[in-house]
């Protein structure tokens, strides 16, 4: 007969005369109880075995029960004085005899009262009298506590119960299972059982020859830690970036593409960047050294920025008065800004002429010089945006930060007036950062100038922003160093763990 390993076990380490404990069985198999207990209720099924139950009880001295048994009873010690001091005559002053006995405390009452009950004498107005005839030695319950101190057992449930009612030994009890082989059992025992093969996994080989109904299959753990599978996934930021299109395309934007690397002419002249701001000095920029020039400006429009940055726009406009030159608005740099694209579509340059009312984004690489810090990168993503039409107004521009922030959860946004050479008025955008609770800058914002819109032929207004995507993605996850998401020193259990609801 073949039998999976551990019945095997249980079988042959059971016995037709007498029963084993199951405990003892498991702890001699070196397998769990549980385990134990299975395999004999399958080999009872099968006839092999017999299970039986059976309750046990156990009695232990409580620690006042255990000194007792070393001192001596109370009632015992008081007798025993008693008969020194004489009281086996005429009655003695009870304070006597409990001096003698040494009894103080609660041991005065357990004494007094079970001295009366077991016979050994009697206590009238104060004296106490001995009875002459008890003997001690006969004292059921002390000799119960002695033998119990011996490490022997206590059968008599009387006297147990009247122990344990004197708080002297605890009783407890428990259920122990044992088995015995049946005749079936001893008979499958000297034909031979055999253990069956033990498999962790079906395969054909054991479909093919039939032996899939005799194997045994290795025990799933099911508390066992699962490893975490960590499959390759859309990083976060291209997923907010993903959803950051699906809402401004829902709210009625065009998508703009355009130069990493661009001239200078559209990332910072057609703003009205004065040549000799400080952030298109080299410190911030990064210059491309080859090529160093765009090939080809729009003649026109290359006249039209260089006039409003030497004489400003309108009637009495005022320019710079600062140096400008063609060749500086020729040379190429990685866009410090994505507002490049928003130059090149206003102008016309990228996809013609523009009617109000025109909506357009991007969500791209911007690029700056900065010293890295927790909010700070070489590069990042801009969430570039503008709204060309007729009369628009900082609550227009307000309105849509609002829609636009709402689709993520975000509505503690607040507004702080700044200033940017090519908006009138402008405003920096702030949200909370909901581990930190402080206000953190999200994005810039503004109404375009005249001295920039004039030049690149645009009559309607048009307002327009900049917005970082990793701070919005701060602001819907709460991490905290920028550095968790980009580049070298990312957090990758961040990366892995992170889930946004989009
Ligand atoms: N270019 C600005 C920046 O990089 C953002 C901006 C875009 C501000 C358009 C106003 C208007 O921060």
Redesign the pocket.
């Known amino acids: 007969m073949k039998l999976p390993p551990i019945q095997v076990a249980v079988l042959e380490a059971a016995s037709a005369d007498e029963p084993t404990d199951i405990d003892d069985l498991a702890a001699q198999l070196e397998e769990k109880p549980e385990t134990v207990t299975g395999a004999a209720f399958a080999l009872e099924e099968a006839g092999l075995l017999s299970v039986t139950d059976r309750t046990e009880t156990q009695v232990s001295l409580t620690e006042e029960g255990a000194t007792y048994a070393t001192d001596g009873l109370p009632e015992v010690r008081l007798y025993e004085a008693a008969i020194e001091a004489g009281a086996a005559d005429e009655p003695v002053p009870m304070g006597e005899v409990l001096g003698a006995a040494a009894l103080d405390g609660p041991a005065v009452d357990i004494a007094l009262s079970n001295f009366a009950r077991k016979g050994y004498g009697s206590i009238d107005s104060g004296q106490l009298s001995a009875t002459p005839e008890a003997d001690p030695a006969d004292d059921e319950e002390a000799q119960a506590l002695k033998r119990l101190a011996a490490g022997e057992s206590l059968a008599e449930e009387s006297l147990r119960d009247r122990l344990a009612s004197r708080n002297l030994i605890e009783v407890t009890e428990r259920t122990r299972r044992a088995v015995t082989l049946t005749e079936a059992g001893v008979t499958e025992l000297m034909a031979g059982v055999e253990a069956t093969e033990r498999v962790d996994r079906l395969t054909p080989a054991h479909l093919q020859s039939g032996e899939w109904e005799a194997v045994t299959f290795a025990e799933y753990n099911v508390e066992a830690a699962a490893e975490t599978p960590t499959p390759g996934k859309r990083h976060v930021l291209r997923q907010t970036a993903k959803r950051v299109k699906e809402v401004l395309v829902g709210m009625g934007f065009q998508e703009m593409a355009g130069p990493h690397v661009d001239a200078d002419f559209w990332i910072n002249d057609c703003?009205f960047m004065p040549q000799d701001h400080p952030a298109r000095t080299h410190w911030d920029r990064f210059a491309l050294e080859n090529p160093r020039r765009i090939d080809e400006l729009p003649e026109d429009l290359l006249e039209r920025v260089e006039r409003a940055h030497r004489e400003g726009v309108g009637e009495d406009g005022e320019g710079y008065h600062s140096p400008w030159s063609r060749d500086f608005a020729a040379e190429l740099a990685l866009r410090?800004?994505?507002?490049s694209l928003?130059a090149r579509y206003l102008s016309g340059e990228q996809v013609g002429e523009l009617e109000p009312p025109q909506r357009y984004f991007s969500v791209e690489k911007?690029y700056r010089n900065d010293t890295l810090d927790a909010t700070h990168l070489l590069e990042f993503f801009?969430i570039?945006?503008?709204v060309m039409a007729e009369d628009l107004t900082v609550r227009d521009l307000m309105g849509t930060f609002r829609e636009f922030y709402s689709q993520f959860g975000i509505t503690d946004l607040q507004f702080k007036p700044t200033y940017?050479p090519?908006?009138e008025p402008?405003f920096e955008l702030f949200g909370r950062h909901p581990e930190t609770d402080e206000l953190i800058e999200i994005?810039?914002?503004?109404i375009?100038r005249p001295e920039m819109l004039e030049p690149l032929g645009v009559e309607a207004d048009v307002?327009?922003?900049?917005?970082a995507l990793e701070r919005l993605l701060m602001l819907i996850t709460g991490f905290e160093d920028i550095r968790d998401v980009h580049g070298t020193l990312v957090d990758l259990d961040f990366l892995r763990g992170v889930e946004v609801e989009y």
């Open positions: 703003l410090g800004h994505t507002t928003s911007a801009q570039e945006g503008w940017n090519y908006t402008s994005g810039n914002s503004g375009f307002m327009a922003w900049g917005l």
